[in-house]
Nanobody, 126 residues
Framework: HVQLVESGGGSVQAGGSLRLSCEIS????????MGWFRQTPGKERAAVAA????????YVADSVKGRFAISKDNAKNTLYLQMNSLKPEDTAMYCC????????????????????WGQGTQVTVS
């Protein structure tokens, strides 16, 4: 019973790298969008990166552009987020999500359009 299961979070020093993985159940993997969001206490959930299945288009938030990259492995039904040059402000709970709504890729990406969510994995940068 997979649904969405994240892994790869942890603690890292500033400048370091982490790769988050999200294993996704097959029936969800063909959703319109799959992406990563992050949230810190007291702040709204924010889109980090997303992949639009129909056109294989990706979105990366300005705050992480050039440092983070989203990718997927169709053979493993897995979504990845490669995070390089990490900064303390990247500290957050990172959640994998998928959407069955065609509005999922309309900017600004809205977490309310994503209806499948993982439990999240904590990333701490010091």
């Amino acid at each position: 019973h997979v649904q969405l299961v994240e892994s790869g979070g942890g603690s890292v020093q500033a400048g370091g790298s982490l790769r988050l993985s999200c294993e996704i159940s097959l029936y969800i993997y063909s959703s319109y969008c799959m992406g990563w969001f992050r949230q810190t206490p007291g702040k709204e959930r924010a889109a980090v990166a997303a992949h639009y299945t129909g056109t294989a288009t990706t979105y990366v938030a300005d705050s992480v552009k050039g440092r983070f990259a989203i990718s997927k492995d169709n053979a493993k039904n897995t979504l990845y987020l490669q995070m390089n040059s990490l900064k303390p402000e990247d500290t957050a709970m990172y959640c994998c999500a998928a959407s069955s709504s065609p509005a999922c890729f309309i900017p600004p990406l809205n977490s309310a359009t994503y209806n499948y969510w993982g439990q999240g994995t904590q990333v701490t940068v010091s």
